[in-house]
């Protein structure tokens, strides 16, 4: 076979959400070279709000790999300043949404490059090319799919969940509206039939990679893909880096561990990375046929980025291939 | 007649553009209390930018009115940034119109008012009321009228000739798109209904007062009202103050004085005031049957604008009541 005989590193494809995701997308653009890392970013977070198309993982993910990224939060731009929606609060309007002056460039232009009838995917290469984001960072879908939550206190979106409720509710069930309908774009096709090896990133698993595998034909060609198909844990010693998937782990009875995220991803993966903190889980793991590894996997500094992705790249390399 | 006995200043229907109309307002505000003046503003230069809807005349007022507005430029907020026009540049989006980051915060409000179903008169309302502004001011219609013009350089919308183009194009014809199917709002209807007293502002009578006398039974209540109806002259000394006034007179062969106003405005004037240095013209103005008065009518200062209101007042109450 070929198709074997390319290394894993010949063309990455990497799945993520926001923050957790971005910083492992950063990694992996700073060792290995353009054309050879295809990012798929979640869209199930996208909203329209104050008449503005407003893709909040895409602009993680874009910032981050430009650089430009408030590195306190991990999401918005750097030096931003709140002035618009300053006047937005002024005029008794939605403010819960933070959006920067600096980050409403973003998408103010966005919107209109839509309005223009551009798709989301040209839109986002446009925008990435302009910052200087050299891999291709990509929608999972140019059609509207939006992440809807059933909870304790009714039903929420996504950022009435995750930022205006501060995913403080219990959430009983997720959908992600119009996927049905949705189609991958080319690219992300295109990206997954070369893809060498496929990496979900430690991103939520049920609002960020489930979105993403609910666009019809991702999921069912990830788990017929021949390629080594990783995880990186986004589950560190029972708790989650950042964000709320150790509590709806918990919330809807998973195990709050790396297994938990082996089960939630069933079919879909050769093999997980682990944090040390978590080794002892090792032999269980092995024990379901899984490739496994422990590594220090929280990833604070650029160098941390940097040798996670070598670490991962080499990992694959020597023991998925 | 009872309605004689009303004051001219009992309801004062003052009709305006943007900078040089705000000023007039601005004085009329300062001495007629609430309930006594209602201002009526072009939207024919309303468009939609990068997504957003922008009223720039309506904003010009409203900032003015609220003693928010750049006193440099008389449009625009004071201490306003521009870091989200940087950002939209940055990415090669179109910056020729200049958004400040607070001016931002109102395009974002309106447009999401408008989104909900508001009309541009109820959003023209929340949004005056949180900045303080207490005299109605009322968009001329809240159907879009659109003022497009054609040139020596092609057609061209309102505000690519007004602000990217600088006014330079020779304009050949003006057309108020969508003004055959727009209706004046009640609230519109209603203030020229109860007028004691109807104002044209020194504003450009064809970019700015045409606009609002297209909208469909505008001029013909103007036209039929009996109650003293006055104009501030747009021009001094054969020179606009501001804008191309002058300019678009020369180039359509009117008299570019006070005389060429009048006749523009034919069968909607009782009386005019003009400036000083055009007090000759007093006597010509006079025995076409028009009441005239020369003062100074240059509005630089606070007090100017304070001033012109009282001096008009004052006159119209002593000469066309």
């Known amino acids: 076979m070929e198709e074997r005989l390319k290394k894993p590193g010949d063309h990455v494809v990497l799945l993520v959400g926001g923050v957790g995701g971005a910083k492992l997308a950063l990694g992996l653009a700073r060792v290995l070279p353009p054309g050879s890392l295809t990012i798929i970013v979640n869209t199930g977070d996208d ?15 874009m910032y981050t790999l430009s650089n430009l990224v408030n590195p306190k939060t991990g999401w918005g731009l750097n030096d931003d300043s709140l002035h618009a929606m300053r006047m937005v609060r002024r005029y008794g309007g939605p403010d819960w949404f933070s959006l920067g002056d ?25 925008l990435c090319s302009a910052l200087g984001v050299e891999h291709p960072l990509l929608p999972m879908s140019d059609d509207p799919v939006r992440t809807v939550l059933d909870t304790d206190q009714g039903t929420l979106n996504f950022q009435e969940y995750f930022v205006r409720e501060r995913w403080q509710p219990v959430a009983r069930d997720i959908r992600f509206e119009g996927s049905e309908k949705a189609t991958p774009s080319e ?43 990783v995880a990186i844990s986004p589950i560190i010693a029972g708790k989650a880096v950042k964000g709320p998937t150790a509590k709806m782990m918990a919330e809807m009875g998973i195990d709050v561990s790396p297994v938990g995220v082996i089960d939630h991803y069933r079919n879909l993966l050769d093999g997980i990375i682990l944090d040390e903190a978590d080794g002892t889980l090792r032999d269980k793991i092995e024990s ?27 990992w694959v390399e020597e023991n998925l291939s």
């Not at 909203?47 to 993910?61: E, R």
């Not at 590594?295 to 996670?308: A, G, P, S, V, Y």
């Open 47 to 61: 909203f329209n709000h104050l008449g503005l198309h407003i893709s909040p993982d895409v602009d993680t993910v």
């Open 187 to 229: 690219a992300v096709l295109a990206a997954l039939e070369q893809a060498s090896m496929i990496v979900i990133g430690p991103s939520n698993p049920f609002l960020s990679i489930d979105p993403i595998l609910s666009v019809p034909g991702i999921r069912e060609r990830i788990e017929s893909a021949s390629v080594p198909r």
């Open 102 to 126: 600096k980050d409403l460039g973003t998408h103010l232009m966005r919107t209109q490059l839509l309005s223009e009838g551009l798709t989301l995917t040209e839109v986002t290469g446009k």
């Open 288 to 314: 379901i046929g899984m490739h496994t590894s422990a590594q220090q996997i929280l990833m604070e500094t650029q160098n941390d980025k940097i040798r996670l992705a070598v670490t991962l790249l080499h």
